[in-house]
Nanobody
Framework: QVQLVDSGGGLVRAGDSLSLSCAAS????????MGWFRQAPMKEREFVAF????????YYADSVKGRFIISRDNAKDTVYLQMSSLNPEDTAIYYC???????????????WGQGTQVTVSS
């Protein structure tokens, strides 16, 4: 059974930093694009960032570009999201995602993590 376990969320203040992790199992990790989506209350799930299987290409939503960094360690079957300069608009449940090809559409994602809550206070 494929499992993506995301973690690292919490409550922080505006301007702070936070790092998320996602550990994969039951998945050929190196053959998948890995990334993150988020969903705020009353909003649709939206793309945040993706990284290619070799880590040579990274893609970011305009809203997080320059503030978030995605990385992966295939030897550890883990993907990370380093978030800095957080603001209240970043408050959402963050979901780890795996897909066979690059996508910015939630409907194209093959596997999801259970989500980890990030709350940024002003």
């Amino acid at each position: 059974q494929v499992q993506l376990v995301d973690s690292g969320g919490g409550l922080v203040r505006a301007g702070d930093s936070l790092s998320l992790s996602c550990a994969a199992s039951g998945l050929t990790f190196g053959t998948h694009y890995m990334g993150w989506f988020r969903q705020a209350p009353m909003k649709e799930r939206e793309f945040v960032a993706f990284i290619s299987w070799a880590g040579t290409a990274r893609y970011y939503a305009d809203s997080v570009k320059g503030r978030f960094i995605i990385s992966r360690d295939n030897a550890k079957d883990t993907v990370y999201l380093q978030m800095s300069s957080l603001n209240p608009e970043d408050t959402a449940i963050y979901y780890c995602a795996a897909t066979q090809t690059i996508t910015r559409r939630p409907a194209d994602v093959d596997y999801w993590g259970q989500g980890t809550q990030v709350t940024v206070s002003s």
